[in-house]
């Protein structure tokens, strides 16, 4: 299994400001991702965070706007730049081994409030 | 490109009774996962389906996969009240794990 912590819980930010999410594991897991959750809609992926490498972003996002950081096997970060009200979001992260047979753990996510 | 549909969207039903929850997606997978969120929460695992004609059972709740006709299906028993959250199947497209979501199923049951 894998427990992940993300930070911060919760943030209220200006327009054109940028905010860093974190996201650790208590373990090594092989793949972390992230998404985006409006309310009340189901979860959207945002990249694929590759250990010592680039993201890989999925249709509709793009490096400039959402930079990601995966130093190593337990951490990673997403920064949602140049912020705008369509930004308001719940940013989760969520992380598997790679195991057939496991599920895909999923962090308690960022509430992120744009104004 | 990957779809993964479920329904109903909405349900509200009432204690005791029975109901199924569908999920289809469009393109070959080996592997389903079903997850429940409660308000404000993040995802909590249920199921992880892995092959056809897989079952997984734990209480109220069913899961079963059937590949060949790219449905899986989430069987409430007998449901109780706090079995309301919102229950969202996701599929795994490629061998990276990564995954996509249906848009979930609100479920809401009258004591």
């Known amino acids: 299994s894998a427990v992940i912590s993300q930070k911060p819980s919760r943030d209220i930010c200006q327009r054109g400001t940028s905010l860093t999410i974190q996201c650790q594991v208590d373990s090594q897991v092989t793949m972390m991702f992230w998404y985006r959750q409006q309310p009340g809609q189901s979860l959207t992926l945002i990249a694929t965070a590759n250990q010592g490498s680039e993201a890989t972003y999925e249709s509709g996002f793009v490096i400039d706007k959402f930079p990601i950081s995966r130093p190593n096997l337990t951490f990673s970060t997403l920064t949602v730049s140049n912020m705008s009200p369509e930004d308001s979001s719940i940013y989760l992260c969520?992380?598997?081994?790679?195991?057939?047979?496991?599920?895909?753990?999923f962090g308690p996510g960022t509430r992120l409030t744009v104004l | 490109e990957l779809k993964v549909e479920q329904n109903p969207l909405f349900l509200s039903m009432q204690e005791g009774k029975n109901y199924t929850i569908y999920c289809n997606y469009s393109?070959?997978?080996?592997?389903l996962y079903w997850y429940r969120q409660d308000p404000g929460k993040s995802l909590e695992s249920l199921f992880v389906?892995?092959?056809?004609?897989a079952v997984k059972q734990e209480g109220r709740l069913m899961a079963s996969l059937d590949t060949k006709a790219r449905l899986s299906t989430l069987h409430i028993t007998a449901a109780v009240h706090d079995l309301s959250a919102t229950y969202f199947c996701?599929?795994?497209?490629?061998?990276?794990?990564?995954?996509?979501f249906g848009k979930g199923t609100r479920l809401h049951i009258l004591p």
């Open positions: 996701a599929v795994d497209i490629d061998r990276d794990d990564k995954i996509i």
């Open positions: 969520s992380a598997s081994k790679v195991v057939r047979t496991d599920t895909q753990y």
């Open positions: 389906l892995l092959s056809n004609g």
């Open positions: 393109t070959t997978s080996d592997r």
